[in-house]
């Protein structure tokens, strides 16, 4: 247990109540103040994507890239935490520091560096297509582009998969996918409707149904990785890279297929992905302890000696709301609602530093990779990116989303942020 957490003993066992009146507000404040400062720490370099004791270090270097570098998975969680920081207060300097970090962005994809995977979604709409959205910076709108295109190079015809991690020619990866991919999606929509190309959004809606037909299981619960053939496009297997067990199920997973697939059914209109989203979110929630927060895996209950994963709750509250905010049914949307404010509440409560510089994390108690012993009982940047991105759900009325196209950006339930409600229903 870190030396910032706030709780005496078990997750969940804070003494601050955090229904207490203005709890969301003092929430947005304390993750602002943090970004801020590890803005001015940080300035053009960008954090691991854990911390080490609550502190948040420079990406180490490696034999092609300089430490703090703009390297792997997780960089755009960075700029996105300014650009939702800047929505909430208007913030001149995280604007810009924001635009700078797009500068980058685009200096990487067109430099064709460390873009073997796909998540380029994550990389390029937090980082390019924000800085579009808000900024109209045209020179982010060309790299979103090209990192689409990109993207789309790692499309398997034979399978119907966009392959997820490595060279395109790995047999080790060849033929796999992962539920995380559902996130990278957005970025392929906002393509077809920035360009008027269907293809990329023809990609999308083959690759949602085969994640939707071979990740999610009979009970409700998700592969976190699957694999097909790459030549005849057999669906062969599923397995996990970073759950308890091949037939467990990884919570950061359950968390992204509730999200993802809510995503998807706004922008397609598929009631299957509304109802793969559904299933998610049930299961996710009926497997959560009694505190809110779920453990690294579902399969763990009250009473385990293991690790929560607050990442996972905060990406479960972002991806309860998008559902919410897309259900034809009122009475659906205001308990998936209900759930998600409850699940800030509890991260404000228990997973919170006591002071924002007591850590460089908005979001402590997180996993990264339990498996592996990676970033455990750390903050990471993914974690902290989600919680703000919920924050500002909760806070900000009329708020659109960057994982949205702007065709499809208005919520069949408008009354999920217009009030700007606490989790116990008081006013922020």
């Known amino acids: 247990m870190s030396s910032t957490d706030v709780r005496d003993s078990a997750p969940g066992a804070d003494p601050r109540p955090a229904d207490r009146p203005g709890a969301l507000a003092a929430a947005v404040d304390a993750a602002v103040a943090t970004v801020r400062r590890n803005a001015a720490a940080f300035g053009s370099l960008y954090p ?3 911390t080490r004791d609550d502190r948040y270090p420079l990406r180490p270097a490696t034999d092609r890239f300089a430490e703090g570098a703009n390297r792997d998975w997780t960089t755009s969680f960075w700029p996105g935490m300014q650009w939702r920081a800047v929505e909430l207060t208007g913030d001149a300097d995280l604007r810009a520091a924001a635009l700078a970090h797009a500068a980058d962005f685009a200096r990487r994809v067109h430099a064709g560096e460390d873009l073997d995977t796909h998540d380029l979604g ?3 709409t937090l980082s390019c297509v924000d800085a579009w959205r808000l900024a109209g910076d045209e020179a982010a709108r060309d790299a979103a582009l090209a990192a689409a295109d990109h993207l789309m190079t790692r499309f398997l015809p034979s399978a119907g998969i966009i392959q997820a991690w490595g060279d395109l020619s790995d047999p080790a990866q060849r033929g796999r996918t992962i539920v995380d991919s559902l996130m990278n999606m957005p970025l392929l929509t906002w393509a077809t409707e920035i360009t008027g190309d269907q293809r990329y959004a023809d990609v999308v809606a083959r ?3 085969q994640v ?3 990740l999610l299981r009979d009970d409700d619960s998700t592969f976190h990785t699957f694999y097909w053939d790459p030549e005849t496009g057999e669906p062969l297997r599923g397995g996990t ?4 067990g091949d037939d467990s199920c990884w919570a950061r997973g359950q968390a992204w297929g509730i999200f993802g697939f809510a995503l998807h059914h706004r922008t397609s209109g598929d009631p299957e992905s509304l109802r793969a989203s559904e299933r998610c979110a049930e299961y996710f929630l009926a497997h959560l302890p009694a505190d809110g927060v779920p453990f690294w895996d579902l399969v763990y209950s009250d ?5 929560r994963d607050s990442s996972s709750g905060a990406i479960a509250a972002c991806g309860l709301l998008e559902l919410a905010s897309v259900s034809p049914d009122a009475d659906r949307a205001a308990r998936y609602a209900a759930a998600a404010r409850r699940m800030v509440a509890d ?7 006591a002071a924002p510089e007591d850590a460089d994390a908005l979001l402590l108690h997180s996993v990264y990779d339990a498996p592996k012993n990676k970033g455990v009982d750390e903050g990471c940047l993914w974690g902290d990116y989600y919680y703000l991105e919920a924050l500002t759900r909760l806070t900000l009325p009329g708020w659109v ?3 949205w196209p702007a065709a499809a950006a208005v919520p069949t339930h408008a009354t999920l942020t217009d009030t700007a409600t606490e989790p116990d229903g008081g006013t922020a």
Request: hydrophobic content about 35%; cysteine-free; proline content about 10%.
């Open 48 to 50: 691991d994507s854990t």
């Open 303 to 307: 009473g385990a000696d293991a690790p």
């Open 241 to 244: 890279e970073q759950g308890a």
């Open 347 to 353: 991260l404000i409560a228990g997973y919170t530093p």
């Open 122 to 124: 994550f990389l390029y």
């Open 207 to 209: 690759h949602v149904v």
């Open 401 to 403: 989303s960057p994982w």
């Open 212 to 214: 939707r037909t071979h």
